[in-house]
């Protein structure tokens, strides 16, 4: 076996890292098969592990095919013959490391999404039994375009144009959610080495995207009124913001700072990407205009959703932007999954249309801005002293920043025991690694959860700071 | 202007040739800023193009604000300055070719799809409405879970385990459609310059995405009963195929084929992925046994579809195969869109548990076995002399060629003119272009579609037959 290096400070847990190094040698011959493992004890003891990391990445070496334990005897690395099949552990690419699910957890803080309970169950049913009373009813059922189902994709270019967020020489592309909206765009435009400039901290499924697809990740601080338009550089080919109640930290651009970044990617050629998912979520005054609005040239590509405003079991999400552009992204489109779903679009049309949704939009601002109200003044009450957090004006997130030596991710299994989950901040970091940081989604928990959620986390919080020494799983 | 090659018998028209050339000399530096371009008259004399091809690439590179046309003077190539916004030309990846739409053709052969007239509309509006009164509702709305909607992901395997398609180590995900496991396949697998092996004629969808992955193509030619085992070899990592009533073809392996291609497959240690999304099409006796099915080393990939069988308007396939495998699937799926569209889950299994999609297949299969007849018999009475065609025992699709020196291609716009569609055999070619062939997709037209159609297509094939000439077109 070749010398290890795991890294405490990774997001990616030491199990990980340790089953990913293992198999490296593995795959790539540098361990032999037959060569016998280290026991688990011995390997422990000498990466200063707990045993029980050590024997999970065995467990998964396993499961891939790649060793076999014997029980008294150990693990050795299994000898591949020809006829053994497929020898599947080599032949995948490494997966992404993505946020666990917090299944159970009753106080869930761990998910930016909207509140099922003011889901608008009868005016969705009226809504769709519309849709399927309508003639065009069948060609919903068929077969549908690239491009989206043409009558959605007219009404969001219309609303588009109203709002000066579209010109003539754009257009609209109808995707499954923003999320492939941002996988698209990866695929028509980066290339292995290009840099894309990302907030930071960033929402996780964005850059996770850009390091598949190998780009290398210029890193935007982002601070109290988001990034610093000269954050971004020259170098960057590409560079997506979210200007409005950014993901994590709910964090908004000024209108000046939005026209500086607009003109510092016309200086340089960069693409610049708006993520606009969250600005019609504006609990005070009226949402900022998009960098959309202030782009002359036509080069800004704006993201949108149906998502965080109304269902997002229902994956519709659409991009806007030069028609170059929007073309390559509809053949990239095609050979993804043919097109977006068609009833979910017929229904979330017909929502629109009909005046529903601006309805249902009204409901979920007095709701969104109760429960923002609701997880500010937890976080001042039972948060321990030298937390900060963020104080957004909307959307669905809150930054909340622990006092040292507190780490929020070592602290989750026991939030989560308590039944309440968040995420920490490592899933979001780029350059920065804020062991204290941590996110909380609020919009789907009714105020009363949202304080019972919070005082727990701050009574769990405030033990922890009071004692004297580190917990023993934040050594690991 | 440096030397252009074009290919005629390429499936990439002239123009986009021409096009993508001159493009990539432009962006490449190649061609200077202000550099004239040769008159369209002129370039088109000394390619022996018609004039008509040369102006529609020079239109393309306007779109894409490389070249600048002045009336009179005629197209330069623009200079691009600092602070001109972004270079969209040049950063943008080559987009696939796909087929072109054939909008208006009412008698249209051209996409593999179910009959919109035969959709169950009162059968899909009560399964809609048991969804939305169902208390599992709002859960539908919410955001879920990449690897499916659960209850349909339950069904699926449990309906997998019962047919002996998926054993003890096989998992399953839900995909938006069989084309986005493929794409997920290709995330997963592929690395650029990895062989892997396709049918061919293949569907075009397959072709291109391994080919933007990156993949070199292995052919293996289809013949009556699909592809011989052995022209599976060692070299390719994986190997797409469609044992049953295969797209274009309509071919199917026999059971002999398909337990030397999965024996084949183990000896190599090939991903055999199995396409099985047109195997219940099946309207002549039983449908054979998948590759699945004799899969003794759990290493088979299936993929399946509700696409063909119910409504393609709503998105939703999956893929069967080692935990190892859907797990890597799932991460690239979270990655690609988050999850797949939810209110379409929840209503095919409500339809399918209902027992409404039995019943509905039923009437697809007496309806596609009147309508096999039909276009078989057309084929026989109306196209010319010394065509042959497949004759498939399901499916949707069938598979002609046309005597010499018809080109199918060449041919398309005049069927259109007559408003009938269909897909040259050149947008399936793999290493072998037939440019007689083509595809006709029979299931979504009436009988007496099939025959109208057929029967001007025969008459205008016929009529080309016995001109002494080649047509204009066809010497472009």
Known sequence: ??????????????????????????????????????????????????????????????????????????????????????????????????????????????????????????????????????????????LGAPSGYEPLRQ??????????????GDDLLITSGCQQALDLLTRVLVRPGDSAAVEDPVYPGLKNLFLQAGAKLAAMPVGECGIDPAAMRESSKVAVVTPSFQNPTGATMTVEARKELVRRAREFGTVLVENDIYSSLCYEGQPLAPLKQFDEAGDVVMLGSFSKIAFPGLRVGWAIGPKALIARMTAAKQLADLHTDQFSQAVLLRFAESGRLEEHHGRMLAAGAERLRAVMDACAAYLPQGTRFTRPSGGMNLWVRLPEPLDAHDLLPR??????????????????????????????????????????????????????????????
Do not use: H
């Open 415 to 476: 939030a989560q025991r308590e039944n309440v989950a968040y995420l920490p901040g490592r899933y979001f970091a780029v350059a920065r690694v804020e062991p204290g940081a941590l996110r909380l989604s609020f919009a789907s928990l009714a105020p009363g959860q949202i304080r019972e959620g919070v005082e727990i986390l701050g009574r769990l919080f405030t033990a922890e700071l009071s004692r004297d020494t580190r917990p023993e799983m934040a050594m690991v």
């Open 155 to 168: 009404f969001l270019l219309e609303e588009a144009r109203r709002r000066s967020v579209a010109g003539g």
């Open 1 to 142: 076996m070749f010398p290890l290096a795991l890294d405490p400070a990774s997001e990616v847990p030491l199990y990980r890292q340790l089953f990913g190094q293992l198999r490296e040698q593995i795959t790539s011959g540098q361990m032999a098969a037959g060569e016998r493992l280290p026991a688990t004890r011995e390997l422990a003891g000498s990466l200063g592990l707990n045993r029980a990391t050590v024997t999970a990445a065995y467990e998964l070496l396993e499961v891939e095919g790649l060793i076999s334990g014997q029980v008294g005897r150990g693990s050795f690395v299994l000898e591949r013959r020809r006829g053994d099949g497929v020898a599947w552990s080599a032949l995948m690419r490494e997966a992404p490391l993505l946020p666990g699910a917090a299944p159970g957890a009753l106080l869930s803080f761990a998910t930016s999404r909207p509140p099922e309970d003011l889901f608008p169950l009868e005016l969705i049913r009226l809504t769709c039994n519309e849709v399927m009373e309508s003639p065009s009813f069948p060609a919903v059922l068929q």
